[in-house]
């Protein structure tokens, strides 16, 4: 697959539910200033892309993105993949079609929020003109990033995406599903997902919610007080991959995505690490539909939906509740 492939499964569905996909591709991201997709991208054959679909009804009172990660393949870059470790990397794009299937669905069933499907389509590949250890690039965010290692180039592209989620869309939940690290399955095994969040209580709701549904899901720690620092850089404001790989390196590539939407930002931001699940052998198994349907059930018209999420409504909220008061966690 590469991202033609991919972009036209995004149009089907689009064509499916009648909604007409965005679409910023090659050098039109680098001109508006993706520079972690473009960067990413920009040495494959077929040339990378953000797309979006938008599901905005009548009457919705807040809105969320679902970001996901679509490398199609993952050579690694000029920091490149052996040859046992390259085999399977067609899978990288786990979290972006975990989120397109997800998306359907939800909408399908009747979703009463605003819902913005966000694809950061990449081949991570080799050539000429292909991202270089050291390279600095400057990404959606504003923010610059030393390249120190091309093979971490999930976070990359999707830090592009949330920083377009929360610029552009206005979300107030953004949440990124991705095959982000190698780490993921050593931290949560290989049958749950690792979640990381700068809400408890949604951290709580994954956990119950994959319970639920199935799509086991399992805490990362989050402190970006402490761990952040492994990406300090003398000549950027961040380099992309960690000093110290023993300083749970999955819970730090998760805080390089959300330092592009910053710490202090007030929505919910939640990241869910889906390496090792999202495949058994060389087979797919689709984790992360059912996680995304069961964890925003109460935002959908489905009666079973409603049932199984574990996250209540706005008037559920008990007053002078500060979290569970604010519009932006309206559904915790």
């Keep these: 697959m590469n991202t ?3 972009l036209e499964e995004i149009k089907k569905v689009g064509k499916e539910l009648g909604i007409a996909p965005t679409i910023i591709r090659d050098e039109e991201l680098k001109t508006r ?6 960067g990413v991208g920009k040495a494959a054959l077929h040339p990378p892309a953000l797309a979006v679909l938008s599901h905005t009804p009548d009457g919705a009172t807040q809105t969320i993105a679902w970001v996901g990660k679509g490398i199609v393949y993952d050579t690694g870059g000029l920091s490149i993949k052996g040859k046992t470790t390259m085999p399977g990397m067609k899978r990288d794009c786990g979290g972006a079609a975990a989120i397109l299937g997800a998306f359907r669905a939800a909408v399908m069933q009747g979703f009463k929020d605003s819902l913005h499907a966000v694809f950061c389509l990449a081949e991570n590949s080799v050539g000429p003109n292909a991202t270089r250890p050291d390279d600095i690039h400057l990404l959606y965010s504003g923010k610059t990033v030393e390249i120190n290692n091309t093979d971490a180039e999930g976070r990359l592209v999707l830090a ?4 377009y989620a929360c610029k552009d869309l206005g979300a107030d939940i953004i949440l990124d599903m991705a095959t982000l690290t190698g780490a993921q399955g050593i931290a949560t095994g290989k049958y749950h997902a690792a979640v990381l969040t700068n809400s408890a209580e949604w951290e709580a709701a994954c956990v119950e919610s994959g319970r639920k549904c199935g799509d086991l899901v399992h805490p990362l720690v989050y402190c970006p007080e402490l761990h952040f620092s492994e990406f300090a850089s ?5 380099k992309n991959s960690v000093a110290d790989r023993d300083n749970s390196p999955s819970s730090c590539a998760g805080l390089f995505i959300a330092s592009h939407i910053g710490f202090d930002w007030p929505g919910v931001w939640v990241h869910l690490d889906i390496a090792a699940p999202v495949h058994a052998g060389e087979r797919a198994t689709g984790f992360g539909v059912a996680l995304l349907l069961a964890l925003f059930g109460r935002a959908s018209e489905d009666p079973l939906l409603n049932l199984v999420s574990p996250l209540g409504c706005e008037e559920d909220a008990q007053e002078g509740d500060t979290e569970r008061g604010s519009k932006r966690r309206r559904l915790v």
């Design 160 to 163: 592009d995406g949330v920083s």
């Design 234 to 238: 003398a000549v950027a404001d961040m």
């Design 4 to 6: 033609d492939d991919f």
């Design 33 to 38: 200033g993706f520079g972690g997709i473009y």
